[in-house]
């Protein structure tokens, strides 16, 4: 059993955090919350998903699994206006997923999750770690799309950069302490990325919300933000691009 109310803007950055890494999903949901987690069919980037009871403005469930197409959700949030709620209700006799809009009333066939892979995340100790906005670093991937494939992130003391170099162009973004909200890189740390991933990643972030960067050398970067005012978790890992 499952049934729950939220705001149709938090079910709208739910579906927008997970569209960078999947489309079919499977939900782990208990009476205290619920999680999510996916890789890619690259096996590239990962995503984990846990968002809290709280989120909700009613949350009601034993302890169940839903596998959803997110596509089909997406076409429930088209008709939904910011500040609307939005009714989930699970018909595990018919194997559906309900959801209520007003006077509206969508009814989504479930997917088997038996054939959904919801990996472990690893927990990765990276040895800086930066926090800024995630407009800040949206603006550096912009800057670079138009030179490189990829992009580089480097931490070293009290700056962080994000840096593109092509064929005849390059870019850099230098943040330091004034441009961010915290830093803590006691070692000179540089990984580069593809960058459609981390772009698609970073877009998907809420405007006015903070970023959280785990970044070592030539290794996965971690890339967190919170969501529903603080109800809400969100946890990428992105593999490097090795350079020669």
Known sequence: ????????????????????????????????????????????????LDINKAAFDSFEADETEIGLELDKVRDVLKLA??????????????????????NITRRMNLLDTSSINAPKVPNLDLSATIVASSQEILKGIKASSDISDHISLSADGETFEIASSGDTDSMNLVLDKSNLVSINAPQAVRSAFTIDYFFNIIKAVPSDTNVTIGLDTDKPVKISYGLAEGNGVVRYLLAPRIED
Do not use: C, W, Y
């Open 81 to 102: 206006s910011s500040g609307d709620t939005i009714t989930i209700e699970q018909d595990s006799e018919r194997g559906k997923l309900i959801f209520k809009l007003g």
């Open 1 to 48: 059993m499952f049934k729950a109310t939220l705001k149709s803007d938090i079910l709208k950055n739910i579906v927008n955090a997970i569209s960078p890494v999947s489309d079919e999903v499977k939900f782990s949901i208990t009476p205290e919350g619920m999680t999510m987690r996916a890789v890619d069919p690259t096996h590239i980037e990962m995503i984990g």
